[in-house]
């Protein structure tokens, strides 16, 4: 159903949603030049009425986003989608532990930015975006949107 609901949204290419049952995920891809909406996305979701007695949970949402990263006035780092007004804030992991002597995948684009490169894409979990059906479904994650960052993609220079 989750799947089907996924497929349903106009700016999801229905052709590259997948259902793997054994590892419990759906994978899918916004059509060429077109945003997936998360707010949609969500209500897609709730319209399937999954209900308590399915068991079933989002562990979480992974989203690459394109862009352009900037630190704004307050210091925090924001992910400016390319062609449109949205942004996610970026954030650390915080039960990430890294080996001693390593940074942090957001240590490591704070420092890029930092450097002047242009970082370009940014992979991670959106923060809010888990726990059981019913519950999350029954309200919007709060906006604005966080991304607990995973991995980046530097400018090619």
């Known amino acids: 159903m989750a799947r089907d609901a996924t497929a349903r949204l106009y700016d999801v ?16 891809r916004a059509k060429k030049d077109r945003l ?15 209900g308590t007695g399915t068991g079933m949970e989002l562990k979480w949402l992974q989203v690459t986003a394109e862009g352009q990263a900037a630190v ?10 390319a062609g ?15 080996k001693e002597g390593e940074k942090t995948p957001l240590q490591r684009l704070r420092e890029a930015l930092d450097k002047g490169e242009k970082v ?7 923060d809010g975006w888990n726990g059981n059906f019913v519950k999350f479904l029954a309200k919007l994650p709060a ?9 980046f993609q530097t400018a090619k220079r």
Request: net charge negative.
């Open 13 to 28: 290419d229905a052709d590259l949603v997948a259902l793997d049952k054994k590892a419990g995920t759906i994978t899918f």
């Open 36 to 50: 997936v909406d998360l707010d949609m996305l969500h209500e897609s979701i709730w319209a399937t009425r999954l």
């Open 72 to 81: 704004d006035k307050k210091g925090e780092i924001r992910m400016n989608v």
């Open 84 to 98: 449109s007004d949205q942004y996610f804030l970026l954030a650390e992991d915080a039960g990430a532990k890294p």
């Open 120 to 126: 370009v894409s940014v992979t991670g979990r959106v």
């Open 143 to 151: 906006k604005p949107r966080t991304i607990i960052v995973k991995e």
